[in-house]
């Protein structure tokens, strides 16, 4: 009989977040990669709690992934079954950013990107000689395999196409460049168009940390993508993030748009200049606040929806900003809402800074990694107590997300981009965040020990 290998998703067990939705849950995409570098002669398995409850399966080797937001219910897993003997690899970015956090929770702990290491570790396991770390270099992406999208319950809308790995820029709060690097790593194309053209999905997410880079050969990456989807006529629509610098290039635009993008996820993160300076955004500084409202006529011109994320809680963040921020968002042209509540993630310059500061809040870990999911507040704010924080953050959304004001970002988007397409994908995508941010209050986590 085959070997079996039990690949394992786990949720957040505290707030659902995404999986509350269908339209918005998103393909654990590692473990598909994981999957396609399992030799033939094994059996591979997904429990995926995005789609149902997790319920034993007997295996003889489990992988686990995580984000710092589900990593408490990886570790409750994974304990479930090492106490049957049964040996538990674990990875994903923050088994990435803390692996001696995480060796105490499994028997090997994957560091890195899992292309360049799982057949060594899947070679160590059939010798009887698992390596409690494995740190893995960065990934040749023009090696790369397809990740096994049949894997996926087929009940998921969305299909996640990875393009390039890595990002130069130098976000305080951001983990990418710790995980993947600062230089921009590319697939080559006829590959992600290969990849595209497999899947029976109409819908894409590119999950990508920017579709377009910031320098001539990411772009030209990008357009060649772009022109090739035309080319073959996939007939698939999607969604990326990108930067502002996408509004300055109309051919890109126009291509983006004829090969079936639909909406841009841009990182606005706040309407003003020292806001921007707290987290080191500095395309935006560059590219200037005034300037926020061309960026957007010209995405919107080219019958884009523009997903506007907005960061909540900055350093010289006020209760009066926040309202100030609230209201910046209700009359801007951003189609889609995502506000999310400032969180210092492990491995970041944010998270060293604040610890070194002892701004992180008391909290039992690992079970209180489960609240790091960017609704409540897990750190002390410079310029107010947590739980203010935490109630303004309260406020924004019953505000943000009131139906009287998601029915005016529907009729401003179908007006700007004149395409009802576009405009019922902002709908659809602002109940996607509306659920998100609804689901319970937002809390200062020291005040519910």
């Known amino acids: 009989m ?7 998703n786990p949720s957040n067990q505290y707030r659902r977040g995404f999986t509350l ?6 393909v654990p995409l590692g473990l598909g990669m994981v999957a396609a570098l399992t030799p033939s002669h094994w059996k591979v398995i997904l429990l995926d709690e995005n789609i149902k409850p997790f319920r034993y399966r007997p295996a003889d080797l489990v992988a686990i ?36 956090e995480a060796k105490q929770f499994a028997d090997a702990v994957v560091v890195g990107e899992a292309e360049s290491i799982w057949p060594a570790v899947i070679r160590d ?16 992406l023009s090696q790369m395999p397809a990740p096994k999208h049949e894997i996926f319950h087929p009940s998921y809308l969305f299909a996640s196409i990875q393009t390039s790995r890595g990002c130069p820029m130098d976000c305080d709060f951001c983990s990418v460049p710790v995980f993947n690097g600062h230089q921009y790593r590319l697939r080559p194309v006829e590959a992600i168009l290969e990849e595209m053209a497999s899947l029976r999905n109409r819908l894409i997410y590119f999950v990508d940390d920017n579709i377009v880079g910031y320098n001539d ?38 291509m983006a748009s004829r090969s079936g993008c639909k909406m841009l996820l841009l990182g606005v993160e706040a309407e003003s200049e020292s806001q921007l300076h ?17 960026a957007f006529k010209a995405i919107h011109k080219a019958g884009i929806a523009v997903l506007g994320a907005f960061i909540y809680g900055m350093d010289s963040d006020t209760p009066a900003t926040l309202r100030k921020r609230t209201q910046y968002i209700l009359r801007s042209s951003v189609d889609v809402i995502q506000a999310s509540v400032m969180t210092p993630l492990p491995g970041t310059r944010l998270y060293e800074r604040m610890a070194k500061d002892n701004r992180i ?28 924080l935490a109630s303004e953050i309260n406020r924004a959304y019953a505000t943000l997300f009131q139906g009287g004001a998601l029915r005016l ?32 209050p937002s809390i200062a986590i020291n005040s519910h020990q």
């Open 2 to 8: 085959k070997p079996t290998l039990l690949l394992i």
């Open 21 to 26: 939705r269908q339209e918005s849950r998103q």
């Open 65 to 100: 992934t995580a984000f710092t937001s589900t990593v408490a219910r990886a570790y409750e897993i994974a304990a479930i079954y090492r106490s049957q003997g049964i040996p538990v690899v674990i990875g994903g970015i923050h088994a990435s950013m803390l692996p001696e």
């Open 125 to 140: 396991f059939e010798a009887g000689r698992l390596q409690k770390i494995y740190k893995a270099p960065p990934a040749d």
């Open 217 to 254: 050969k990411a772009r030209e990456h990008a357009l060649e993508i772009f022109e090739g989807m035309i080319r073959r006529n996939l007939r698939k629509e999607w969604f990326a993030q990108a930067s502002m610098n996408i509004a300055q290039d109309k051919e890109l635009l126009k």
């Open 278 to 294: 707290d987290t080191n955004k500095r395309l935006n500084l560059k590219l200037g606040i005034n300037n926020y409202a061309h």
């Open 361 to 388: 809040l008391p909290a039992r870990l690992p079970e209180h990694w489960q609240h790091y999911h960017f609704s409540d507040v897990v750190f002390r704010p410079a310029q107010m107590e947590a739980e203010t």
């Open 409 to 440: 970002k529907f009729l401003r988007t179908l007006w700007n981009t004149r395409s009802l397409r576009t405009a019922v994908w902002a709908w659809n995508s602002n109940f996607n965040y509306r659920s998100v941010a609804l689901e319970r």
